[in-house]
């Protein structure tokens, strides 16, 4: 696999020959990492559309994808694309649990959702606390212990098999938030779909068409979700309300739930007088009465047992659940969140993330999630020799951080060995950080506005007369860092 970049330039020499190619070849170089800098008209769309043409022209069987984050949808180089937004089913579950015991787990997956989290969406110290005791009994309730690696895999051998269903239905795997989707879907096509409620799922008796969107149901434990994270949340809310452990929160569910069957006895027995015998409008009556006098009971005995302390200290106060509940509501209602993979072709070398519909926030998770998720897989998988993937990312600076915890600043000091590239595409080289400036094998100058001069030249180390010097869609500026080779700055020609 091999980028032409350009020739050299020098002087013209006196044989006539050829000045020596400049290319990027991850082979020869330190890593494969690209960052690829200009104004706005330098190129920068031309040149990546080239680079990723010669790519695909040259890649060997290790190169299994090439990811492009299209922040302006511009980026057409064919392959499969997908378009996200409110609107569209399809995202990433950040909440997903590595099953390494060295890279994953439930803690690293807590503190990855919590630092995305905090980039995005500011919690403060007491939030941010709350949270992070939701989403460790979420996990819990999952099966997911934090403290044993044995529970971070998704797929019990004990889950329900083929055997155990019903003749004729065919389970499917539709989250929460597709349901109404999924059932009009279903009833355009004439089919139906149904729950479950002893086994928590939808089923089909046809699964074709429009249904194929969503793939039959893999029985066993799966990853929680935002939805899981604001059912909790709730939950926690209203025991801190009335003060009650959950056992008691249930209870008073319960209570509600028989008032409500009460009152619309009550109703009817109004409804129906002079028709149907005071009798059996009595029993019904008592029976609902009976219903909700032992719910209340159970709820109030729940009340003085004590248990109750135990929340209250660990979720703080019920304002500070409101207002981390109504961040979550916000979050979900984004579409960015979902558990719903999106519909790429697995045959085709490139996907194409169009991701210009998303706010900033927006596309920060998302970019974040999809690069968390890709390098825990690659540990997971092991360590590997050449590119097995390459993640585009324009605008890049929307997504740096300079944190060395931070998931591209990982990804530039540990990726190589695990075979994944980084091409990150922005305006100047001063809007990166220096770990990052000084980790990547190759730096592509295409041209700057004068303002930058100075400084990126400051930044870079070189002489501002060799920027001055580039000519946009002509000469440009490359850094390269061959394995034990000193880096230089070339200029070279585009051709």
Wanted: aromatic content about 8%; some cysteine; overall charge neutral.
């Amino acid at each position: 696999m091999r980028i032409r970049i350009g020739r050299q330039y020098a002087a013209p020499r006196g044989d006539g020959g050829a000045s020596p190619e400049v290319a990027w070849d991850p082979e020869a170089l330190i890593n494969g990492h690209l960052i690829m800098v200009g104004d706005s008209g330098s190129g920068k769309t031309h040149n990546l559309r080239s680079f990723l043409r010669q790519v695909a022209a040259t890649a060997g069987p290790s190169l299994q994808r090439v990811h492009i984050f299209d922040t302006h949808g511009d980026i057409d180089v064919g392959g499969s694309k997908v378009q996200f937004s409110q609107s569209t089913p399809y995202a990433f579950n950040p909440l997903e649990v590595s099953p390494d015991p060295h890279f994953g787990g439930v803690r690293r997956a807590v503190a990855n959702f919590l630092a995305m989290i905090q980039r995005a969406r500011k919690l403060g110290t007491t939030q941010e606390a709350v949270l992070r005791n939701i989403l460790f009994d979420v996990y819990a309730l999952r099966g997911f212990n934090a403290d044993n690696p044995a529970t971070w895999g998704y797929h019990d051998d004990g889950a329900c098999s083929p055997a155990d269903l019903p003749e004729g239905r065919i389970y499917l795997d539709v989250p929460f938030e597709e349901k109404e989707l999924a059932k009009d879907v279903a009833r355009r096509e004439g089919g139906s779909l149904t729950f479950d409620r002893e086994r928590r799922c939808w089923w089909t008796t046809r699964h074709s068409e429009g249904l194929r969107r969503w793939p039959e149901k893999r029985w066993g434990k799966t990853a929680p979700t935002i939805h899981d994270v604001i059912s909790l949340t709730q939950l926690k809310l209203k025991q801190l309300w009335v003060g009650v452990d959950t056992r008691g929160m249930f209870a008073l569910e319960n209570f509600c739930k028989a008032t409500g069957q009460l009152t619309r006895a009550l109703q009817k027995s109004t409804g129906r007088a002079g028709q149907d015998d005071p009798v059996i409008l009595k029993e019904e009556r008592e029976r609902a009465a009976d219903r909700a006098r032992e719910a209340f009971e159970g709820f109030l005995e729940r009340c003085v047992t004590g248990d109750e302390i135990d929340d209250l200290i660990r979720y703080e106060s019920a304002q500070t659940l409101k207002s981390l509940l109504d961040r979550l509501e916000n979050l979900k209602a984004t579409g960015v969140c979902r558990s719903v993979p999106p519909p790429f072709d697995p045959d085709e070398l490139v996907w194409r993330y169009e991701i210009r519909a998303y706010g900033d926030a927006e596309r920060t998770i998302f970019v974040e999630t999809f690069l968390n998720r890709l390098l825990e897989r690659a540990m997971a998988r092991g360590e590997v020799k050449g590119v097995t993937d390459i993640v585009v990312i324009d605008e890049a600076v929307r997504y740096v951080v300079d944190d060395s915890d931070h998931i591209i600043c990982r990804l530039v000091q540990e990726a190589r060995k695990f075979g994944i590239a980084l091409f990150l595409i922005s305006q100047s080289p001063t809007q990166f950080p220096e770990q990052i400036l000084a980790g990547v094998g190759t730096k592509v100058i295409l041209g700057l506005d004068p303002m930058y001069h100075r400084l990126a030249a400051s930044k870079l180390g070189l002489d501002q007369k060799y920027i001055e010097a580039i000519k946009p869609r002509q000469l440009i500026l490359v850094n390269r860092k061959l394995k034990s080779q000193v880096p230089q700055w070339i200029p070279t020609l585009l051709q």
